[in-house]
């Protein structure tokens, strides 16, 4: 039984003479038909309902309840593990700079963080998803998501003449392997080169950061960088152009 927690935020970026939202989901047992959450060993208990009460129990259990220090909460017993805590930060809106020129080209850079925090012990999964392809438009113009060069991300931002690329890179401990480097290649290694490993966004979830265990109480901080780049005379139309997103998180 998961969890979810769901934002959204805004990316934008002005083309003068030359942006994205969020949600969260969490077993000790599975297969390929099933999984158990948790599992308790006792001597009774049922769900029991009425026309204004539901009632969960159990008996010959030892020990259970909510206890709490100032450094930490213990939920011992069955039915006080039936619920994970997810929690998710709200990320702020980005409005990327400096604004670019369709003829002159350059880029424009913008950032957002998102902490999710969770205390289930099998951890989160976190994920953006553009709500429209390209994701960054003004009316009926738009600028074109990041294409890598393969199947992973590109290393270096790259863009060419006459063309225009939107494109997004996460940063953080809980980035997913696809988003590491070796210093040079993306999806390769375990490091975590800033300003690496672009990628395009879509309207398929692609997960950015994941963990296989709680963090709680602190939780962990992925940061979203955002880049517009224009290739010189790349002839598109001046404006403000913006992305919405969702970002989504899940405990496993």
């Known amino acids: 039984m998961g969890s979810i927690r769901t934002w959204g ?6 083309l003068a003479a030359a942006l994205v939202a969020c949600t969260a989901h969490a077993a000790v047992m599975q297969s390929t038909n099933y999984r158990i959450q948790s599992d308790s060993i006792n001597i009774g208990g049922a769900r029991g309902t009425s026309s204004s009460y539901a009632l969960e129990d159990t008996a010959g259990e030892v020990g259970s309840g909510v206890s709490s220090s100032t450094s930490y909460t213990l939920s011992a017993g ?3 593990t039936l619920v994970n805590y997810l929690a998710m930060t709200v990320p702020q809106n980005v409005i990327m700079s400096p604004s670019l020129g369709g003829v002159t ?3 424009a850079d913008g950032s957002t963080t998102v902490t999710v925090t969770t205390d289930d012990p099998a951890g989160y999964q976190l994920t953006i998803v553009a709500s429209t392809a390209p994701a960054m438009n003004n009316g009926a113009n738009s600028i074109a998501d990041y294409a890598p060069s393969g199947a992973d991300p590109d290393f ?3 863009i060419v003449t006459n063309t ?3 494109g997004f890179s996460p940063e953080g401990t809980d980035i997913a392997q696809r988003y590491k480097d070796n210093g040079t290649i ?3 290694g375990s490091a975590d080169a800033s300003l ?6 879509s309207t398929t979830p692609r997960v950015i950061a ?3 265990s709680g963090n709680h109480p602190n939780g962990t901080l992925t940061t979203l960088r955002f880049r517009t780049g224009l290739g010189a005379n790349s002839g598109i139309v001046n404006g403000l152009y913006t992305a919405t997103t969702t970002l989504t998180a899940i405990s496993l």
Do not use: E, H, M, P
């Open 78 to 80: 069955y039915q006080q």
């Open 105 to 107: 080209g350059g880029t």
């Open 210 to 212: 994941s963990k296989t």
């Open 164 to 166: 225009g690329k939107f």
């Open 9 to 14: 935020l805004r990316i934008s970026v002005g």
């Open 156 to 158: 270096t931002f790259s």
């Open 196 to 201: 690496a490993c672009w990628d395009g966004l």
């Open 186 to 188: 993306c999806n390769a």
